[in-house]
């Protein structure tokens, strides 16, 4: 997908004014509310008409103030899955999922609706009306409704936001499980690093209507360290759990973690603060935690008043955070061999 | 005293059914153009439906019997519209057409109040959800905002059938006061009101006219109760 963006809006006191050009299939929008993420996500659907700029998506104009183009919403094949998800409340789950469905002509049907039924689990929904859905199930028939009108480019508004910050990463799974299935790319809308780095590749990052960075999530995440008191979040998938002593083992490329929280699944996404992981110049007689790995030193960077320690662990990469006075103690540098120590309880599960 | 009252005349039963009849269509008729006109006022983006709420409530603040006086003046025979009609061998007043058209007009802004309200309520981003699944304006008018307003019209439907049996001042200027022709049931209580004697029989009709505004109240109760289970299903 190539969208092609440069677009100007004002509404009251606040001014949308940004240019950019994305070709990624899995883009991300982030900034604080009020950033005007979600002002750019109307303007992009056709529900909100921009004062000048042009919208390309693909090379076909959608919007182009200076000739006075500006597809209708319903015709820019543009797919949105708002923060509340919007189902109509008159009609029953199957019917919500299929409105967008008989709406696209024959020969654009690209997603058959019981492939969906069975990758977002709605079986069990089917018969259900609106009201009695929670919030997570909300989201996954918005979802479906709006893959099976077969967009050209699904734009996502915050769409864990209303949830339960437990259920909140659960639906992630099923999100890239749908649009790696089905190749539709997506603009994921969030104020939340972690998502983001979760679901997108490229990062748009707005600030008071303004356009401030084109990144990857990865170096976002980096670069949000310094002011972020939680430092960095490693974001480690894991596999094949097995239960000891009351504690889960989990695989992590050639190594294993030892871990507090587990679960049945068999592929899990944990989050480990660099503040959890510790650095020791040698392998200490015995520690109180459970995880010790040797790594290699792959790059130190400054952090403000800390320093960032990117591991290379066996191929996998974690990044660490000390203060600059253990940097000299430990004689931290690139190539230079280190222990990195992680206790059981540090993982958190996201998924 | 009540059985007495059983034995009403003939052109009082006249007046019953006429009064079910005027009534039932007046409110049938308006239910489209009441939801277009509510559909404009709500969701178009027209300069001047300020002016047109003000027209089509004005009805509900003027003397029913200046809307019938200029009812008549433009549907009679010498009125812009009566002739036009009366060309086509049309002929509205002093008919029961007469008396449907006044409680149309009078009725109006009642369905039209009560069916903007429920638009009103209808929640934007449904609207605009439909947009961005492929629906064109018509098709979320009858797939979104219709069924949502169904509750609504129900309501001012109701409310205009009720408005519509008690119609009076336009009526008798419109349609005239003709038994077993025009003469609805507020009409013959008036007749019976002006004949000495008249008392017992006005209050048997007032008794009907009591009837029948319950069960339409009634009714309407049961429908909104049953789409209010319908909507959370």
């Given at each position: 997908m190539t969208l092609e963006v440069s677009l100007e809006k004002q509404l009251g006191d606040f001014a949308f004014a940004s240019e950019f050009s994305v070709q990624s299939r899995r883009v991300g929008v982030f900034g604080p509310s009020g950033s005007g993420k979600s002002t750019l996500m109307h303007m992009l659907a056709g529900l909100l008409k921009p004062d000048r700029g042009f919208i390309r998506l693909d090379g076909e104009i959608l919007f182009d103030g200076s000739s006075k183009v500006n597809r209708s919403s319903e015709k820019r094949r543009v797919g949105v899955v708002f923060q509340h998800a919007?189902?109509?409340?008159?009609?029953g789950v199957w019917r919500n999922l299929l409105y967008g469905y008989k709406r696209t002509p024959k020969q654009q049907r690209r997603v058959d609706p019981q492939s969906l039924v069975e990758v977002l689990n709605l079986g069990p929904l089917l018969d259900r009306g609106t009201g009695t859905l929670s919030g997570g199930e909300r989201q996954r028939v918005a979802l479906g409704r709006t893959v099976l009108s077969c967009p050209r480019l699904i734009l996502m508004?915050?769409?864990?936001?209303?949830?339960d910050e437990n259920l909140k990463y659960q639906i992630i799974p099923y999100l890239k499980k749908v649009f790696a299935e089905f190749e539709i790319p997506f603009m994921f809308i969030s104020h939340s690093l972690n998502e983001m780095r979760l679901m997108t590749d490229q990062v748009l990052e707005f600030a008071d209507g303004r356009l401030c960075a084109q990144t990857s999530a990865h170096r976002l995440a980096l670069h949000r360290m310094e002011t972020?008191?939680?430092?960095?979040m490693n974001l480690l998938e894991l596999r094949d759990p097995r239960p000891q002593n009351g504690l889960f083992v989990y695989r992590w490329g050639n190594q294993d973690f030892i871990l507090t929280a587990g679960g049945e699944a068999p592929i899990g996404m944990f989050e480990l603060s660099s503040r959890e992981i510790t650095l020791f110049k040698k392998h200490p007689e015995a520690t109180s935690a459970r995880n010790l790995l040797h790594c290699k030193v792959k790059k130190v960077f400054d952090v403000g008043n800390r320093v960032g320690v990117e591991l290379d662990c066996n191929g996998q990469h974690l990044v660490s955070q000390v203060v600059h006075d253990a940097v000299r103690d430990l004689g931290l540098q690139v190539g230079g061999e280190i222990i990195a120590v992680i206790k059981a309880s540090a993982f958190r599960r996201l998924y | 005293m009540f059985q007495a009252m059983i034995h009403f005349s003939p052109t009082d039963l006249q007046a019953m059914a006429l009064s079910a009849r005027v009534a039932f269509t007046a409110t049938l008729v308006s239910i489209p153009f009441g939801f277009a006109v509510s559909y404009v006022l709500v969701f178009s983006p027209l300069p001047g439906k300020t002016l047109l709420n003000g027209l089509v409530s004005l009805p509900l603040v003027l003397p029913p019997v200046v809307v019938g006086y200029l009812l008549l003046l433009s549907l009679g025979n010498h009125g812009w519209l009566g002739e036009w009609l009366a060309d086509m061998g049309i002929h509205i007043i002093f008919t029961w057409k007469a008396a449907v058209i006044a409680s149309m007009v009078i009725g109006f802004p009642l369905l039209v109040r009560s069916i903007s309200i429920g638009m009103e309520d209808i929640d934007d981003r449904l609207i605009q959800a439909s947009c961005t699944l492929g629906a064109r304006w018509y098709d979320t008018l009858f797939t979104v905002i219709l069924p949502l307003s169904a509750r609504a019209i129900v309501a001012g439907a109701t409310l205009m059938f009720a408005r519509s049996l008690g119609e009076f001042g336009a009526t008798i200027v419109l349609?005239?006061?003709?038994?077993?022709?025009?003469?609805t049931i507020p009409l013959a209580i008036f007749d019976y009101t002006s004949t000495p004697g008249g008392d017992r029989m006005a209050l048997g009709l007032c008794l009907v006219s009591i009837g029948l505004a319950l069960t339409v109240l009634v009714f309407n109760e049961g429908l909104i109760k049953r789409f209010r289970r319908g909507a959370h299903r």
């Open positions: 919007h189902l109509f409340p008159h009609m508004d915050e769409p864990l936001n209303g949830l972020s008191q939680t430092g960095y | 349609a005239g006061n003709i038994p077993g022709v025009t003469q």
